[in-house]
C-alpha cells in the first residue's frame, strides 16, 4: 500500500508539473496575443488620423484651386 501511495503522490506532482506548465504557456500567449492586438489596434487609430489628415489638406488644396481658377476667370 505505501508504494502505490507513493507511485499516486509522484503521478500528482507530474499531473500538477504539467497542468502548471500548460496554464504558464496559455498565459504567455495571451499576454502575447493582447500586445498585438493593442499595437495593431494602435497603429490602425494612427493610420485612420494620417488618412482624416490627408483629406481635409486634399480638400483645401481642391479648394484653392477653385479659388485661383475663379479669380483668374473673373480677370479675363
Known amino acids: 500500500m505505501a508504494n502505490r501511495d507513493a507511485r499516486s503522490r509522484s503521478y500528482e ?3 500538477k508539473a504539467e497542468k502548471q506548465k500548460y496554464e504558464e504557456e496559455l498565459a504567455s500567449a495571451e499576454r502575447k496575443w493582447e ?5 495593431q489596434d494602435k497603429r490602425l487609430k494612427e493610420l485612420e488620423a494620417t ?3 490627408l483629406r481635409r489638406e486634399n480638400r ?6 477653385r ?3 475663379a479669380r483668374l476667370k ?3
Open 13 to 15: 506532482s507530474r499531473v
Open 35 to 39: 500586445f498585438r492586438y493593442n499595437n
Open 51 to 53: 488618412v482624416k489628415k
Open 60 to 65: 483645401e488644396l481642391k479648394n484653392a484651386i
Open 67 to 69: 479659388e485661383t481658377y
Open 74 to 76: 473673373k480677370e479675363d
